[in-house]
């Protein structure tokens, strides 16, 4: 038995792997045709543009990677099953469930790749598409700053932060105080600083004005110490999107924005997005199996394929709206990431009894 469950995970990973690499082709494709519009601009040219749409591949193969393990299933059982061998392999006594759960079985190698991929090659990879475009872009520079700027609040203080050139520097900063009751007590702002690694931002031109019964007093700084109240580690992801961050890193990020009590829901709601993942892949799989083991006109590939992406759109669709009421109703990440993979696997059920009744 354990051959033929061999076989079943061979043909469905190599459907998997078809489709992955196929769609990730398609989305590159699609990619690399909407920045054929920057081409020209700056220092940017379409060896840039073929970079950038190269480097953003990994990220682009693991946002594929639920709705291939979907087409998949109905790719590879589906042919299976439209010469029949599904059912010989379930007239020598393989169940229809133990041919998912050697599909489903598949689920822990391809997580535990995904899992490497977004540790060590999607950051770096993704940060560098990143900088080679806004470095070839010229024109886009001010575009960059306005997108890099950056608020957080702390110990009775907020910091602005206008551009992170790198992880030890910053520009264009405003720090105020405030004072218990919420008056302000004092503005700085310099022009760049020095990020150290003991939380210590040494500021460089700095104006200070001091607020005393109601006057200020200003006074001009050529340098100044500022203890910040950010760690070290996240300074290192002030300028990266949560999307960018490696898993180990952003969960560890969460957690010393939590301790700084600093707003955490947009990273929560990317970590769990990654949780996530395998519970949508199991709910994908699920999903196709009505169609598999349905009635002989889902055989059809077409059929089969059609199906599979009307799925996939409502899916997916379902993900992004569950995300954005997550963010605007501060729901719990946990339930808006998790809902549409449950859902999705209750209606699998529900389908797939119906269809043996």
Same mark, same amino acid.
């Given at each position: 038995m354990k051959r033929f469950d061999r076989y079943i995970q061979m043909v469905t990973l190599r459907a998997f792997l078809l489709v992955a690499l196929g769609l990730t082709a398609l989305f590159s494709l699609l990619e690399f045709v909407d920045q054929l519009a920057f081409v020209g601009q700056g220092h940017y040219r379409l060896a840039d543009a073929a970079a950038y749409t190269a480097l953003l591949g990994p990220a682009r193969f693991m946002q594929v990677t639920p709705i291939a393990m979907l087409l998949a299933c109905l790719l590879g059982l589906g042919g299976l099953a $439209?010469?029949? !061998?599904?059912? +010989?392999l379930q007239g020598i006594g393989l169940s229809e469930a133990r041919i998912i759960s050697a599909v489903l079985r598949l689920v822990v190698p391809i997580v535990m790749v995904l899992f490497l991929l977004a540790q060590f090659v999607v950051p770096g990879t993704r940060q560098m598409a990143q !900088?080679? @475009?806004? +470095?070839?872009?010229?024109?886009?520079?001010? $575009?960059?700053?306005q997108d890099q700027a950056f608020w957080a609040h702390g110990d009775q203080q907020y910091l602005s932060v206008r551009r992170f050139p790198s992880e030890t520097q910053a520009d264009d900063i405003d720090i105020y105080r405030f004072a218990a009751d919420g008056s302000m007590t004092s503005y700085l702002h310099a022009a760049r600083a020095q990020i150290g690694a003991d939380d210590v931002w040494t500021l460089r031109d700095v104006t200070r004005k001091d607020i005393v019964a109601d006057q200020f007093h200003t006074s001009q700084l050529d340098s100044m110490a500022w203890h910040a109240f950010l760690s070290s580690r996240q300074i290192r992801f002030l300028s990266l999107p949560p999307e960018s961050v490696p898993p180990i890193a952003l969960y560890r990020y969460i957690q010393d924005l939590k301790r700084h009590h600093l707003p955490a829901m947009r990273y929560e709601q990317e970590l769990w997005a990654r949780i996530s993942m395998p519970f949508a892949m199991i709910a994908l799989i699920a999903c196709a199996a009505p169609f598999v083991f349905g009635p002989p006109r889902s055989q059809n590939v077409g059929y089969r394929m059609a199906i599979g992406v009307a799925i996939a759109i409502v899916f997916?669709?379902?993900? !992004?709206?569950?995300? @954005? &009421?997550? &963010?605007? #109703?501060d729901l719990? %990440?946990? &339930?808006?990431?998790?809902? %549409?993979?449950?859902?999705?696997?209750?209606?699998?059920?529900?389908? #797939?009894?119906?269809? @043996?009744e």
């Open positions: $439209k010469h029949s !061998e599904l059912t +010989a !900088e080679g @475009r806004a +470095a070839a872009l010229a024109s886009a520079t001010q $575009k960059d700053d997916s669709l379902g993900q !992004e709206i569950t995300s @954005r &009421l997550g &963010l605007l #109703f719990n %990440p946990a &339930l808006t990431a998790l809902t %549409p993979s449950v859902l999705l696997m209750m209606s699998a059920a529900y389908v #797939f009894i119906h269809t @043996r």
